[in-house]
């Protein structure tokens, strides 16, 4: 079975500085997708990036962008120019392909409560 | 566009009474779909998920069971709800392409469950 560990449960910065966000994970496939998901105070979850494992180049979206090392089975986010609105909990997240049988599940981790301050 | 509706958004039940929590999906066909609950606002555990009518499969052993009676509808139930019941229960689904399942799942807006 997969697990994904965050072990950052509380991480704080200032608006526009950087911040990264931490996500190991163990898993014995080698095909599979990496996610980070984002749960603002009113709890929608939001895609934030997504990182195929087959892929060497690291996801980026906008401000956003990961470090994806996947011999060292670690997947971290980092968020530039945080904004006020970045303040949510972050949760990275683990889908298998087992030969496509995996069923779109997801993994997740227990989340790391970002806060952005003014 | 697809859309995804989760209602009640709100529930407060007694211990040892029913629940049924529903989630409809719109403007997409033959979706996957997934209940999650969310304990004390930390990680998602996933409990069910279906590919098709009728089909379910439970991630955990519990106090819930879950039905889909029609290709967008996925109903989570208890005959008898228990304090740990208590919870955020989200409903997602995602799309489908062949036996390829690597497509993001988009969430509804969840349920906020209190069993006192």
């Known amino acids: 079975a997969q697990t994904v560990t965050q072990s950052q449960p509380e991480m704080s910065v200032q608006e526009a500085e950087t911040v990264t966000l931490s996500c190991t994970y163990d898993?014995?496939?080698?095909?599979?997708?990496l996610f980070w998901y984002k749960q603002p105070p009113s709890r929608q979850m939001i895609l934030v990036i997504r990182?195929?494992?087959?892929?060497?180049q690291n996801a980026t979206e906008n401000r956003f962008s990961v470090n994806f090392q996947k011999a060292a089975k670690s997947f971290s986010l980092k968020i530039s120019d945080s904004q006020l609105g970045d303040t949510a909990m972050y949760f990275c997240?683990?889908?298998?392909?087992?030969?496509?049988?995996?069923?779109?599940?997801?993994?997740f981790g227990q989340g790391t409560i970002l806060t952005v301050h003014p | 566009s697809q859309t995804i509706h989760q209602w009640p958004a709100t529930l407060v039940q007694p211990v040892g009474s029913p629940l049924s929590l529903e989630c409809t999906v719109e403007?997409?066909?033959?979706?996957?779909l997934y209940w999650y609950r969310q304990a004390a606002g930390r990680g998602l555990q996933l409990l069910f998920y279906?590919?098709?009518?009728?089909?379910i499969s439970s991630e955990v052993p519990q106090n819930l069971s879950a039905s889909r009676p029609q290709d967008r509808q996925f109903i989570l139930s208890s005959k008898k709800l228990l304090l740990s019941d208590s919870g955020f229960y989200l409903c997602a689904w995602s799309r489908r392409q062949g036996i390829i399942f690597n497509n993001e799942q988009f969430f509804g807006p969840g349920t906020r469950l209190t069993v006192l």
């Open positions: 997240a683990f889908m298998g392909n087992a030969g496509g049988t995996s069923y779109g599940k997801l993994t």
């Open positions: 279906s590919v098709g009518i009728g089909q």
């Open positions: 990182q195929e494992a087959y892929k060497q």
């Open positions: 403007g997409t066909s033959n979706p996957n």
């Open positions: 898993t014995s496939e080698n095909n599979y997708y």
